[in-house]
């Protein structure tokens, strides 16, 4: 992407100091709904944001962007993410990184979108759902950890509710995988910690995207003390703060974004 056209909103560091060296985050999942509102903030900001998905760079990309900046690759594929890193590093040019997003996901349905659980889930697509979110953010960020330390950089996996509950749309396998996500970021931020890399996760409730399943509204009224849906740039808030000077000595936490659900 190219920031550089990017207008800086007042009070980002970028606006405050424009003669700043540029920061970089990587995302994974950045084609709509929260992926799309933390590329907006981060750009914004004046941050150099390269973006990872299983599609070809959009011709109508949202924002200010180049395929220079985005690179497509299938999570799901063990091999194809290892090249993907490969390519990340060339186009870093042996610099820093940042930051590391890790919000790509994926949540099969079954017939009529219907939930798909633990006796009707086949093996197949446990495995895929658990290579894409959960085996691809330690792969991502092992293969990157040079990168992330010269930067003493900000690992953020973007977990959800349903990884601490049975959730009435979310899959057993999401589910599960997201569950495997939040105690991966306590090993991580073990683990890179003492390489001066913060490690946090972030569990969003319900978020107003367009993959809302019927039937949310009634989780909305029965189950949210502020009774309404969460916005995605409430979600890209939060996790421009874990990538930043503000949450310095933040490491290991799972921050719940849910207006209350969890409680």
């Known amino acids: 992407m190219t920031p550089d056209k990017a207008k800086p909103r007042p009070g980002t ?20 709904g929260i992926g799309h509102a933390t590329v907006i903030r981060f750009s914004s900001a ?19 962007a180049g395929p220079e900046d985005h690179i ?29 997003v890790n919000n790509a996901a994926i949540s099969p ?5 219907s ?21 691809a953010p330690i792969m991502l960020a092992r293969g990157l950890i040079e990168e992330l330390k ?26 599960t995988s ?5 105690a991966l970021t306590r090993e991580m931020a073990a683990d890179f910690g003492r390489v001066g890399v913060r490690v946090n996760a972030i569990a969003p409730g319900e978020i107003d995207t367009s993959i809302l399943s019927p039937g949310t509204e009634k989780i909305v009224h029965e189950q949210i ?27 290991g936490a799972e921050i719940h974004i849910n207006g209350g659900q969890h409680v």
């Open 225 to 251: 003390p502020m009774a309404r849906l969460g916005t995605p740039d409430e979600v890209a808030k939060i996790i421009y703060v874990l990538c930043t000077e503000t949450s310095s000595y933040v490491n």
């Open 46 to 64: 004046g941050w150099r944001v390269i973006t990872c998905s299983r599609h070809p760079f959009p011709e109508q990309c949202p924002w200010d």
């Open 72 to 100: 497509q690759v299938d999570l799901s594929d063990p091999a194809n993410t290892m090249e993907a890193i490969q390519e990340i590093r060339s186009r870093l040019h042996g610099g820093t990184l940042h930051a590391l």
């Open 150 to 175: 010269a930067a003493k950089g900000s690992v953020v996996n973007v977990t959800s509710i349903a990884g601490s509950r049975v959730h009435p749309f979310a899959g057993a396998a999401y589910a």
């Open 178 to 182: 997201k569950a495997a996500l939040a």
């Open 109 to 113: 349905k079954g017939d009529g979108g």
């Open 13 to 32: 560091s970028a606006a405050a100091d424009p003669n700043a060296p540029k920061r970089t985050l990587l995302l994974t999942g950045a084609s709509r």
């Open 115 to 135: 939930r798909l659980g633990t006796l009707n889930t086949d093996m197949e697509t446990w495995e895929k759902v658990f290579r894409v979110n959960f085996m």
